[in-house]
């Protein structure tokens, strides 16, 4: 009845728009999820009430159409946001939830479904592991018991797993078993502690340093991120070729459109490269 009842909702507005792209990203921690989802919404026609279908218990929901924050009224799932006028449009919606995460023994059950408004010429999601966690992988259990449906990638950003999907549609079913293999030996308070006590005990030894030497000419330091294979081939490229256009990376390494931005989108927020927004595309350089 429930399914029935949100097929009834979405079918006059499915028929009146479609999105050219949809990218989620659920950044997974402990007992949280943080949902970040943005698309590019087309519809044909003038829509009356525009309803976006959230996780259960989203709480903090924040939603812009176009850069301007809607003051959307929640019903269980559903954030209706108002009017949107036909056209392109940019919508961005941030919300919290703590559903669906469960421990299951050693292992932590993810589960979570990307329900679009409208259909998706392209429907992406990705999931980042907390720190420390991975997908098992056991001899007598086939691949989909821990990842359903299958990956179409799965990287790293150097520090968290990140599974990534993405297909045509408008509903995408994801379950996900991790597990945590590095622990924290001490709790996140001492550690705190002792990071401060550290800082100050450096700091101490800088300032005594610079009062008893003579100051040295700094080195150029180089950048040694934690790469794989895939950053690696974009980082040699750059170190090779200098500044160049996004479209030139691509077609060095044959890699598709969207998996280059996602490359890229992650080592720029590692601080590897920079990257310089020119009309519709953009110019990408080592970091200096």
């Not at 007992?31 to 044909?44: A, D, E, R």
């Not at 990287?155 to 994801?174: A, F, T």
């Not at 081939?233 to 030139?248: P, S, T």
């Not at 598709?256 to 080592?267: G, T, Y």
């Amino acid at each position: 009845m429930k399914q029935l009842w949100v097929a009834l909702l979405i079918l006059p507005i499915v028929l009146a728009a479609s999105i050219e792209t949809s990218e989620t990203t659920l950044d997974v921690e402990k007992n949280n999820i943080i949902v970040y989802t943005s698309m590019m919404l087309t519809p044909q026609k003038d829509i009356g009430n525009l309803t976006f279908i959230l996780a259960q218990n989203a709480k903090d929901v924040e939603v812009t159409i176009d850069g301007e924050k809607r003051d959307c009224t929640l019903v269980k799932e559903f954030a209706r946001c108002g009017s949107m006028a036909n056209g392109t449009h940019t919508a961005n919606i941030t919300y919290e939830t703590s559903y669906p995460i469960a421990e299951s023994g050693e292992n932590t059950l993810i589960r979570y479904t990307d329900r679009l408004p409208y259909p998706a010429e392209k429907q992406q999601v990705s999931i980042k592991l907390p720190l420390g966690y991975i997908v098992p992988r056991e001899k007598d259990k086939d691949e989909d018991f821990y990842v359903t449906p299958k990956t179409t990638d799965t990287y790293s950003d150097g520090q968290r797993v990140i599974l990534y999907w993405e297909q045509k549609g408008q509903e995408l079913p994801i379950s996900v078993v991790a597990r945590q293999v590095v622990r924290t030996p001490i709790g996140w308070m001492a550690a705190a502690l002792i990071a401060i006590a550290a800082a100050i005990i450096s700091s101490y030894i800088v300032i005594h340093q610079r009062r008893t030497t003579k100051p040295k000419q700094k080195k150029k330091t180089t950048i040694v991120p934690t790469l794989i294979d895939n950053e690696q081939k974009i980082v040699n490229f750059l170190k090779e070729n200098g500044e160049v256009w996004q479209k030139q990376i691509q077609q060095a390494t044959t890699f598709s459109k969207a998996k280059v931005s996602r490359i890229l989108r992650n080592l720029e927020e590692r601080g590897v490269i920079t990257k310089t927004i020119y009309g519709n595309t953009n110019k990408i350089a080592l970091k200096k």
